[in-house]
């Protein structure tokens, strides 16, 4: 197992605030990962679609971290490392950014490191469909797995309400579109819809270089 945070910071997105966070994240990157306080794996990005719809222009950030154990996220978490770095860019946010963490089955290097990146979340209705909806993404695995597609799923540790969530990684646009259009794919998607709310978006990523533990 491994234990999975997606951070989706709330930056501000007019054009003078994104010029500047792009001049100084990197910067704000190497406060946030050097000294190294837990980090396996690293990825940030933008999304590119939300539910099938264009939403670049919004400028929303992700990043994914992989964390060697649930210690170090709580650790950092209250660390002044991490309030160092906010304090950086915090004339450029627009409230406090969203930290979610995941039990993931493995780390999401393989699926983050992929040409096309998609992440679907399921916001569950009741506690008992938890396991159902690992069953979903377990037979959602095994389907896009014959297309050399990877995938890293699991449920959340620190959210108030239920969510499932996992990260696709899609070989190239003809494995997404095919794929996402398979009858088997679609079948897994819909019992998970029938658990609970969907949200599915697409992101480029890129690895962030991490200063080893």
């Given at each position: 197992m491994a234990i999975t945070e997606f951070l989706?910071?709330?930056?501000?997105?007019?054009?003078?605030?994104?010029?500047?966070?792009t001049r100084i994240a990197?910067?704000?990157?190497?406060?946030l990962t050097h000294p190294n306080p837990g980090f396996l794996q690293g990825f940030r990005g933008f999304v590119v679609t939300e539910n099938g719809k264009d939403v670049r222009e919004?400028?929303?950030?992700?990043?994914?971290?992989?964390?060697?154990?649930?210690?170090?996220f709580h650790h950092f978490v209250k660390s002044d490392q991490l309030k160092d770095a906010v304090s950086s860019i915090k004339h450029l946010m627009n409230g406090p950014p969203t930290l979610q963490l995941f039990d993931t089955n493995v780390g999401p290097k393989d699926a983050a490191s992929s040409p096309?990146?998609?992440?679907?979340?399921?916001?569950?209705?009741?506690p008992d469909h938890i396991d159902a909806s690992l069953k979903a993404w377990e037979k959602l695995s095994g389907h896009v797995a014959?297309?050399?597609t990877t995938v890293t799923y699991g449920k959340s540790l620190n959210l108030e309400n239920?969510?499932?969530?996992?990260?696709?990684?899609?070989?190239?646009?003809?494995?997404?579109?095919?794929?996402?259009?398979?009858?088997?794919?679609?079948e897994a998607l819909d019992s998970l819809k029938s658990l609970g709310e969907i949200s599915r978006i697409t992101v480029?990523?890129?690895?962030?270089?991490l200063e080893p533990l």
């Open positions: 989706f910071p709330a930056l501000k997105n007019d054009k003078a605030s994104v010029e500047m966070i990197p910067i704000f990157r190497k406060k919004d400028f929303r950030e992700i990043v994914i971290f992989e964390w060697d154990k649930m210690d170090s096309i990146v998609e992440i679907i979340q399921a916001r569950i209705s009741k014959e297309r050399q239920y969510v499932v969530a996992g990260i696709i990684g899609w070989q190239g646009l003809k494995e997404y579109s095919e794929g996402s259009q398979d009858e088997r794919f679609l480029e990523v890129e690895a962030i270089e």
